[in-house]
C-alpha cells in the first residue's frame, strides 16, 4: 500500500523559511514523479512543483519559482520541498502527491497533507 | 497556462439520480501524437486529500465503482454519476497534466438534494 506522510509544517513569519518532507513507502520512490500541491483555507487545489523520477528535471509554479525548491532522496524515499521567502498567501495545506509515471502525469496518490501558516 | 474552468461551481441531485459536472479547457490537452487526452478527475471530501477518480480523461481508478465515468476531448470533457449515493458527497476537480504548469479547475461541490 502506497503512503505518503508529510512533515514539517507550522507558524512561520512572513519573509521566514520552511522545509517540507514527504517520507514515501510501498512502491518504488525512485521510479516516479513526485508533487506538491496546495490548498488554501477553503480554496481549491493548486499545483506547486513536480519533479522528475531521477532528479534532474523540475517545474514550478509562476506564484512560487525563484523561492521553493523540491528535491528528492532516492535512498531515502523522501521529497523534499524547500520554502524561502514565505508570505501570507502561501499559508495553505501542503499535499505531497505521486505521479504515476516516471514524467508528469496524473496524482495516483496522495498524503494527508501538512499545514503552514504564514503570520506575524 | 491552461485556464480549466468547472460548470457548474455547486450542484444538488437527489439520491440516485444522474449528477453531471463539466469542465472546459483554454486550450486543447489532446496530444496528436498518442491521442490521449491529459485530463484527469478528483473527488475530495471534508478533511480529506483528494482522490483520483479518472485519467486520460475516460479511464477510470482502479476500485473507483462503476457509476462514475469520463467523457469529452480536445477542450471539453465531463464527469458523469450515474447514481448519486451519499457517500459521493464531496468537492470535485479536474486537473490537465498536458503542459506547464499543471492545473486544476476551480471545483465543484455536490451535494444531495
Known amino acids: 500500500e502506497v503512503q505518503l506522510l508529510e512533515s514539517g509544517g507550522g507558524l512561520v513569519q512572513p519573509g521566514g523559511s520552511l522545509r517540507l518532507s514527504c517520507a514515501a513507502s510501498?512502491?518504488?520512490?525512485?521510479?516516479?514523479?513526485m508533487n506538491w500541491v496546495r490548498q488554501a483555507p477553503g480554496k481549491g487545489l493548486e499545483w506547486v512543483s513536480l519533479?522528475?523520477?531521477?532528479?534532474?528535471?523540475?517545474h514550478y509554479a509562476d506564484s512560487v519559482k525563484g523561492r521553493f525548491t523540491i528535491s528528492r532522496d532516492n535512498s531515502k524515499n523522501t521529497l523534499y520541498l524547500q520554502m524561502n521567502g514565505l508570505r501570507a498567501e502561501d499559508t495553505a495545506i501542503y499535499y505531497c502527491?505521486?505521479?504515476?509515471?516516471?514524467?508528469?502525469?496524473?496524482?495516483?496518490?496522495w498524503g494527508q497533507g501538512t499545514l503552514v501558516t504564514v503570520s506575524s | 497556462d491552461i485556464v480549466m474552468t468547472q460548470s457548474p461551481d455547486s450542484l444538488a441531485v437527489s439520491l440516485g439520480e444522474r449528477a453531471t459536472i463539466n469542465c472546459k479547457s483554454s486550450?486543447?490537452?489532446?496530444?496528436?501524437?498518442?491521442?490521449?487526452?491529459?485530463l484527469a478527475w478528483y473527488q475530495q471530501k471534508p478533511g480529506q486529500p483528494p482522490k483520483l477518480l479518472i485519467y486520460?480523461?475516460?479511464t477510470r481508478e482502479s476500485g473507483v465503482p462503476d457509476r462514475f465515468s469520463g467523457s469529452g476531448s480536445g477542450t471539453d470533457f465531463t464527469l458523469t454519476i450515474s447514481s448519486l449515493q451519499a457517500e459521493d458527497v464531496a468537492v470535485y476537480y479536474c486537473?490537465?497534466?498536458?503542459?506547464?504548469?499543471?492545473?486544476f479547475g476551480q471545483g465543484t461541490k455536490l451535494e444531495i438534494k
Open positions: 502527491a505521486k505521479g504515476a509515471s516516471t514524467v508528469k502525469s496524473w496524482f495516483d496518490s
Open positions: 486550450q486543447s490537452v489532446l496530444y496528436s501524437s498518442n491521442n490521449w487526452n491529459y
Open positions: 486520460w480523461a475516460s
Open positions: 519533479i522528475y523520477a531521477g532528479g534532474s528535471d523540475t
Open positions: 510501498g512502491f518504488t520512490f525512485s521510479s516516479y514523479a
Open positions: 486537473h490537465q497534466y498536458y503542459s506547464m504548469p499543471q492545473t
